[in-house]
Nanobody, 121 residues
Framework: QVQLVESGGGLVQAGGSLRLSCAAS????????MGWYRQEPRKPRDMVAT???????NYADSVKGRFTISRDNAKNTVYLQMNSLKPEDTTVYYC???????????????WGRGTQVTVSS
């Protein structure tokens, strides 16, 4: 099993910044793609940003130029630097990772519990 522990959410004024972190644990697993999604109440969970183990990134159009995803493979940790935050960025952010048991090519998706980001106007 892979466990994901998020940190860094909170309350910030519009135009401000926050940095989310997510550490993956599971010594018998190889951590592959990692990323961040967000979900508003009663809506589907939407991709915010993803990053491959090699560092290739992908962003939702709504956050391009404002958010930056990065990772530290040695620590199995992914970060989301969020700048120029807007009230519409307010919601719960979830860390996700694809993990494979060592020696296997089968991937499983894992989710963190979520961290609340609130941007006041």
């Amino acid at each position: 099993q892979v466990q994901l522990v998020e940190s860094g959410g909170g309350l910030v004024q519009a135009g401000g910044s926050l940095r989310l972190s997510c550490a993956a644990s599971g010594s018998s697993f190889s951590i592959n793609d990692m990323g961040w999604y967000r979900q508003e109440p009663r809506k589907p969970r939407d991709m915010v940003a993803t990053i491959t183990r090699r560092g290739n990134t992908n962003y939702a159009d709504s956050v391009k130029g404002r958010f930056t995803i990065s990772r530290d493979n040695a620590k199995n940790t992914v970060y989301l630097q969020m700048n120029s935050l807007k009230p519409e960025d307010t919601t719960v952010y979830y860390c996700t990772a694809l993990g494979s048991p060592r020696g296997s090519s089968v991937e499983y998706r894992y989710w963190g519990r979520g961290t609340q980001v609130t941007v006041s106007s």
